[in-house]
């Protein structure tokens, strides 16, 4: 009897040991993933903003202000005044032209920027406003010594896909736990079958 139930003890540790390895790998896994992607969604946003400062750059030199902001408004048209905004500053930050700014009112004092020779390529940086329920990612860059191309784009989406994510984790976790503690049964099983037979083996010595 005492033998079976420190079998029985053992088995019961065993399961949890296992059970936890593979839950800490698990969520291990998870963690490095979610890194991983949200890593991968902000690299793909700067390179956005990089391409279409890129792109107004060449049509600026070929049409001028009236010919990027045609493209600007197309792009307005398409994502949504409340998604991005873009704006054309001096050498001196003042706003020369802007798409409609009533969504971003309160990132005035955030997104202010004034000429420096140095911003040839785009120079990006994100922002988290307490009036804003997700972050904002701004960047801008010289188009020639007085004038300046300044973007931001709401990260929204970027925070929808990640939520999605999270939620996937929150709804399998329990059933990997689950999975876990089944697998983890069925190698500590496995793992004291010797002893198990040694232990009948003892037991039956015992009894005659």
Do not use: C
Not at 83 to 98: E, H, I, K, P
Not at 108 to 124: C, G, H, K, R, W
Not at 150 to 163: I, M, R, T
């Amino acid at each position: 009897m005492f033998l079976s139930m420190s079998n029985t003890t053992l088995a019961s540790r065993l399961t949890l040991w296992y059970s936890s390895i593979f839950t800490f790998t698990f969520v291990l896994v998870f963690v490095l993933t979610y890194v991983l992607i949200s890593t991968v969604l902000n690299n793909n946003t700067i390179d956005d903003l990089q391409e279409d400062i890129q792109e107004l750059s060449f049509s600026y030199i070929d049409t001028g202000i009236q010919g990027i902001w045609t493209q600007v408004e197309e792009e307005i048209a398409s994502d949504g005044a409340d998604q991005v905004f873009y704006r054309l500053l001096d050498a001196q930050g003042r706003t020369v032209r802007s798409t409609d700014m009533t969504t971003w009112n309160a990132l005035a004092d955030s997104i202010d920027v004034v000429y420096n020779p140095a911003f040839l390529e785009l120079e990006s940086y994100r922002i988290s406003h307490e009036d804003y329920e997700y972050d904002i990612q701004v960047g801008y860059a010289n188009l020639d010594e007085n004038l300046i191309l300044q973007l931001g784009l709401s990260l929204e989406e970027n925070a929808g896909f990640l939520e999605i994510i999270r939620n996937i984790f929150l709804i399998t976790t329990p059933v990997l736990l689950l999975l876990a503690s089944f697998f983890g049964w069925v190698l500590a099983r496995k793992a004291l079958g010797g002893l198990d037979a040694l232990t009948n083996t003892a037991i039956n010595i015992s009894m005659g």
